[in-house]
């Protein structure tokens, strides 16, 4: 029998099909700080467009929790399984992603260890695992490596752990939402009662305290006495946050522009949507309580600190 010229064998079209649909997926490998990663992984939540699965040992970065809050919002099914004895320490931030309409669910290791993975799934197709934490610390600090792939057979394995990790864990204690927190303005007379401010500027109070200062350590230390525990109103410019594992709240400020820290803030939990939206080169103004002076390469330190304004 004769096949006509403009006709195709059929093993032949069966084989072009099977070659041009792809069965292999692609693998890319990073590493910091060669590479971004927390750059990389926000692009992938902004683009997923259905559903991202993550198992996760913590997160305290602001621009991760904020970009899953907006994936949210854009219709995109989260599930997040978080380490049960990092929200332990400090269980801030899985009330924030709660209250963001995020489900978060706990798992502990065996005898008292932790869950410590660290991988998500987007759209079904693809993966991101590796060594990095979705922390602060794991960005500004550590060394750490990723791989992000769509191999369908590795992206399946990791799907069906994700659903085994699921049935392992338990909800969230938590419960109730927390208030949203209200627009930034001045303190009240109310929230300023009981607190003694200083009429003083940065660059005054480290005259006196600073490398520049006549003042001998002994005598730092005494004339410390009369300023320790009291309020003042500053501005300055953020160079970091997030220094600690879960410590969202706290944010290394510059009152000279310089790029290092000359105050670390410790801020309230009402003023956390904004602290986790502040960008390093914000302008912030606040209030905060003098806690302890400048040290050999450590910053004032600050407490109570509450955000005024912020731009």
């Avoid at 949203?180 to 929230?191: G, I, W």
């Avoid at 105050?263 to 302008?283: K, Y």
């Amino acid at each position: 029998m004769k096949i006509r010229s403009n006709a195709l064998p059929a093993f032949l079209i069966i084989t072009l099909l099977f070659f041009t649909t792809p069965i292999f997926g692609e693998t890319e490998v990073y590493f910091s700080p060669e590479t971004d990663i927390l750059q990389l992984l926000l692009q992938q939540v902004n683009l997923t467009k259905d559903s991202l699965y993550a198992a996760i040992s913590s997160i305290d970065s602001g621009e991760l929790v904020q970009a899953l809050i907006e994936a949210k919002k854009k219709g995109v099914k989260i599930q997040l399984i978080i380490d049960g004895e990092s929200v332990l320490e400090n269980p801030t931030q899985v009330k924030f992603l709660q209250e963001g309409g995020l489900e978060v669910r706990l798992l502990r290791g065996d005898a008292g260890g932790r869950m410590d993975n660290n991988f998500a799934i987007f759209d079904r197709k693809e993966l991101l695992t590796g060594s990095y934490y979705w922390t602060e610390r794991s960005q500004r600090f550590n060394l750490e490596s990723v791989l992000l792939t769509d191999e369908p057979k590795v992206v399946e394995t990791y799907l069906k752990e994700f659903d085994r990790l699921i049935g392992l864990s338990k909800e969230t204690p938590v419960k109730k939402p927390l208030l949203r927190p209200a627009p930034l303005k001045p303190p009240s007379q109310k929230e300023t009662e009981g607190k003694e401010f200083l009429d003083t500027s940065f660059q005054e109070l480290d005259n006196i305290f600073g490398e520049e200062s006549s003042l001998t350590g002994s005598q730092k230390k005494k004339v410390w006495e009369n300023y320790r525990g009291k309020y003042v109103q500053w501005q300055g410019i953020v160079v970091y946050k997030g220094v600690g594992r879960m410590d969202w709240n706290r944010v290394g400020l510059s009152h000279n522009q310089g790029k290092e820290a000359d105050v670390e803030v410790s801020f309230n939990s009402r003023n956390m949507e904004d602290i986790l939206s502040l960008q390093e080169g914000d302008t912030v103004t606040y209030t905060a309580k003098l806690s302890s002076r400048k040290g050999h390469g450590a910053p004032y330190r600050l407490e109570d600190g509450e955000l005024l304004e912020h731009k």
